[in-house]
């Protein structure tokens, strides 16, 4: 299951890995400046998003949901499509051949039921919990740490 970096806003689920608000030893602080690092370097990559395109500057609240998601896929499949166009002027670019993926349409759909009802719900359990949440925070702090001591 992955995790999303986010701040104390938001809730204690196994997916989200929050800030710790006031570290009091030195691996809770590793973690927290690292955490706070990584977070900045994706507000950074939607602030490059922001500043190529205007309208995701503008005040949202005058869109409904669904016309704000629209906007935001379209800004980003735009700054792929532009980032892709440009990739041969950066350094070390891939060499992937893009023309050479199968267009021959999508794959069939299957009609079988992908999982069953109980295994819904047991991972939409799983999710919410608190105790995976905070088992992954403890993973994560002393996860990092041992990466500090190596260096």
């Known amino acids: 299951m992955g995790y999303y970096l986010v701040d104390d806003i ?11 608000p006031t570290p009091q030893d ?21 602030g490059v998003v ?6 995701v500057l503008g005040p949202a609240r005058f869109f409904h949901l669904e016309k704000l998601k629209d906007i935001m896929m379209a800004c980003i499949i735009w700054h792929n499509m ?9 350094l ?16 069939p759909m299957s009609h079988n039921p992908t999982c069953n009802l109980m295994q819904f719900i047991e991972r939409h359990n799983s999710i919410r919990d608190r105790v ?19 260096s």
Do not use: C
């Open 82 to 90: 532009i980032a892709e166009d440009e990739r041969h002027t950066y």
């Open 132 to 150: 995976i949440h905070s088992q992954l925070q403890v993973d994560l702090v002393e996860h990092l740490w041992q990466l500090q001591g190596q």
């Open 50 to 55: 922001q500043a190529q395109f205007a309208i």
């Open 10 to 20: 938001y809730p204690s689920w196994a997916t989200f890995v929050k800030t710790i």
């Open 92 to 107: 070390g670019a891939n060499d992937f051949d893009y023309d050479q993926i199968d267009d021959s349409g999508p794959e």
């Open 26 to 46: 030195r691996k809770k602080q590793h973690f927290s400046s690292t955490q706070e690092a990584s977070r900045k370097d994706v507000e950074h990559a939607f």
